[in-house]
């Protein structure tokens, strides 16, 4: 398994420049895919377990090697979700991970193109707005004196979540009210800044372990949005997506992934803790392992493939504009595999 080298300057770089430090060489859908080539774009945090037991417990060479293949693959790590689709587009990664605004995104921009869809849901996790900011109980009371951090503005899920919770509290037509207030900044430096207070970050629309950091770090840090409360329950923000083209050219490679996730979800269901200390090591991570074992037990996660409650946000997007072409069910933005089935 090889993993590219990451600096902080290289997570704060523009979408295209990161896309372009990933040696893009090859125009967009015109990437000459083998089978046992696979490249994974994987960002910050827990949402990312799902990849990050697969790359802990070799499970892709694992299923490689019964296939009669010897894939050895590559793990690429980005900040926000046009950092990755820049770099799905450019053929520098054939398997995305992001959330589900920037899934949307793509996949309206590529349809009846290059046809990105999703491939997997990487599960079921809340995320919290969280601020510092005592004044600061709901999001109508932010204000000019606030920043949102986000790893992506506008297009992140996170950007799209609160532009929804807008759109309810001021009307559709100002969806994009609070966008100004919005930075992008990747989750461990936005968790930083909570934390530490001093800088003009005061408000952090986070993921796990991120957000339980920042509650337990910062005295003064509180929740002031759920994503559950506002997509209606429990639901999959963060998913895998490819091209059409990778999927139909590389049937086996593909199958061994999809084999590997399911491998990896049915590891932390079963032993939570190992799922901790395979996060740990993938991730390099000082986190506390209690607290991590605490947050993977959280009845409000649920690892699984099937998508649950993405089509609320489609729907959003569709109305407002932000993509152009509007889905009838998740189904559309989604490849029909098995595993697929039962999502929403």
Do not use: C
Not at 77 to 100: P, Q
Not at 148 to 155: D, E, G, N, R, S
Not at 203 to 211: D, E, G, V
Not at 228 to 246: H, I, M, N, Q, R
């Amino acid at each position: 398994m090889s993993k590219l080298p990451i600096t902080p300057l290289f997570r704060l770089l523009s979408a295209r420049a990161a896309s372009l430090m990933l040696g893009a060489s090859l125009l967009a859908g015109t990437a000459a895919h083998a089978e046992g080539q696979l490249r994974i774009a994987e960002q910050h945090g827990i949402v990312y377990l799902l990849l990050q037991v697969v790359q802990d417990q070799k499970l892709i060479e694992k299923h490689s090697k019964a296939a009669g293949l010897d894939i050895t693959p590559q793990w690429v790590k980005l900040s926000g979700g046009a950092a990755i689709n820049d770099a799905l587009l450019s053929g520098s990664i054939d398997i995305a991970g992001a959330g589900v605004g920037p899934l949307l995104t793509i996949w309206d921009k590529t349809r009846g193109k290059y046809n990105v869809k999703g491939v997997a849901s990487l599960g079921n996790f809340p995320y919290y707005l969280i601020s510092t900011n005592p004044d600061v109980k709901s999001i109508a009371d932010f204000s000019s004196k606030d920043r949102i951090a986000l790893p992506a503005t506008t297009v992140s899920v996170q950007a799209r979540i609160l532009q929804l919770a807008a759109s309810r509290q001021w009307g559709k037509d100002q969806f994009n009210k609070l966008d100004p207030l919005t930075v992008t900044l990747p989750h461990p430096e936005a968790t930083g800044s909570i934390i530490k207070g001093g800088t003009e970050i005061n408000a952090h629309f986070a993921t796990p372990p991120f957000q339980e950091q920042e509650l337990k770090g910062n005295k003064n840090a509180h929740i002031v949005l759920k994503s559950y409360d506002v997509l209606g329950g429990p639901s999959t923000s963060t998913v895998l997506y490819a091209t059409e083209k990778f999927r139909q050219d590389n049937p086996k490679t593909y199958g061994i992934f999809i084999e590997s996730l399911k491998e990896a979800a049915a590891f932390i269901k079963n032993d939570p803790e190992g799922a901790a200390d395979a996060y740990i090591r993938s991730a390099g991570s000082n986190i506390d392992r209690d607290l991590l074992i605490e947050i993977i037990k959280n009845p409000d996660i649920d690892v699984k493939l099937a998508p649950e409650k993405t089509f609320p946000l489609a729907t959003f997007m569709s109305e407002v504009g932000a993509i152009k072409n509007r889905p009838a069910s998740y189904q559309d933005y989604f490849f029909e595999d098995e595993h697929n089935r039962n999502g929403s």
